[in-house]
C-alpha cells in the first residue's frame, strides 16, 4: 500500500522552513527521500534506516519513527532550488515476496522571492 | 561518472503499436530498476534485476510488457501492442547492489499513445 504524505503542496517564501510527512500503514526498514522537478528525474536526497542511522543531505535533515511507521522531512532556511516533488520511498515488504521501494503520493513545494 | 541513460526522451506512438525503451545503467551497478509513474504520482515498480536475472516482475503486466537485460548491463523494456492507458513517463533506476542501496534514476521516456 502506498505511503500517505502531508500536505499535497505547499508554497514557502524563500528563507521560509517546511516539514513534509510521510506515513505508512506497514513495517518499514527504511524510508527514501526523493526531489523531483518538473521534466527530470527524481533525485536522491537521503535515506534513513532502521537505528537512527541516516545518510543524505547537508542542508536537509529528517527523521524516522520505526514504532509510528511515520518519517517527517525538514527544510530549513528554504530557497528557490527547493522547489519540486517530493517524494517519500519506503522500503518494506512486497506483495510478490521479497522486499521492495514503495513510492509516496508526493508533496509539491514552491518556493517564491 | 555517467548516470543513468535512457532512450528515447520522448515517444508518441499510436494504440496497438509496439513500443520499446532503452536503458544503460550506471557502470559497475548491478541491479537494475523499471518504473512506471503516471501524472502526478510517485514511480511504480514495474520489474528489478539482480544481474540478468529478473527477481521480480510481479507488477510488470505480462499480457503486453517484457523486459530483458541481457549480459547483465543494458536492458529493454517492451510494450505490445500499446494501449491508452499507458501513457506515461518510464523510469530505469540502478544500485549497486540489491537492498536498501540508493538508487539513481535516469531521465525517463515519456510515452504518449493516442
Known amino acids: 500500500q502506498q505511503p500517505v504524505q502531508s500536505p499535497q503542496a505547499v508554497i514557502l517564501r524563500e528563507g521560509e522552513d517546511a516539514v513534509i510527512n510521510c506515513s505508512s500503514s506497514?513495517?518499514?526498514?527504511?524510508v527514501h527521500w526523493y526531489r523531483q522537478k518538473h521534466g527530470e528525474a527524481p533525485v536522491f536526497l537521503m535515506i534513513?534506516?532502521?537505528?537512527?542511522e541516516q545518510k543524505g543531505h547537508e542542508k536537509i535533515s529528517a527523521s524516522f519513527n520505526e514504532k509510528k511507521q511515520q518519517s517527517s522531512l525538514y527544510l530549513t532556511a528554504s530557497q528557490l532550488s527547493y522547489s519540486g516533488t517530493y517524494f517519500c520511498?519506503?522500503?518494506?515488504?512486497?506483495?510478490?515476496?521479497?522486499?521492495?521501494?514503495?513510492f509516496g503520493t508526493g508533496t509539491q513545494l514552491k518556493v517564491e522571492l | 561518472e555517467a548516470g543513468v541513460v535512457q532512450s528515447p526522451r520522448y515517444k508518441i506512438i499510436e494504440k496497438k503499436q509496439p513500443v520499446a525503451f532503452w536503458c544503460n545503467p550506471i557502470?559497475?551497478?548491478?541491479?537494475l530498476y523499471w518504473y512506471r509513474q503516471n501524472l502526478g504520482q510517485g514511480p511504480e515498480l514495474l520489474i528489478r534485476?539482480?544481474?540478468?536475472?529478473?527477481?521480480?516482475d510481479s507488477q510488470l503486466p505480462k499480457d503486453r510488457f517484457s523486459a530483458e537485460r541481457l549480459k547483465g548491463v543494458d536492458s529493454t523494456l517492451k510494450i505490445q501492442p500499446a494501449e491508452l492507458g499507458d501513457s506515461a513517463v518510464y523510469l530505469c533506476?540502478?544500485?549497486?547492489?540489491?537492498?536498501?542501496?540508493?538508487?539513481?534514476f535516469g531521465p525517463g521516456t515519456r510515452l504518449l499513445v493516442l
Open positions: 520511498g519506503t522500503w518494506g515488504r512486497a506483495a510478490g515476496g521479497g522486499n521492495k521501494l514503495t
Open positions: 534485476y539482480e544481474n540478468e536475472e529478473a527477481v521480480d
Open positions: 506497514k513495517a518499514l526498514y527504511s
Open positions: 557502470s559497475g551497478h548491478n541491479t
Open positions: 533506476a540502478s544500485s549497486s547492489r540489491q537492498g536498501q542501496e540508493t538508487q539513481y
Open positions: 534513513l534506516l532502521k537505528g537512527g
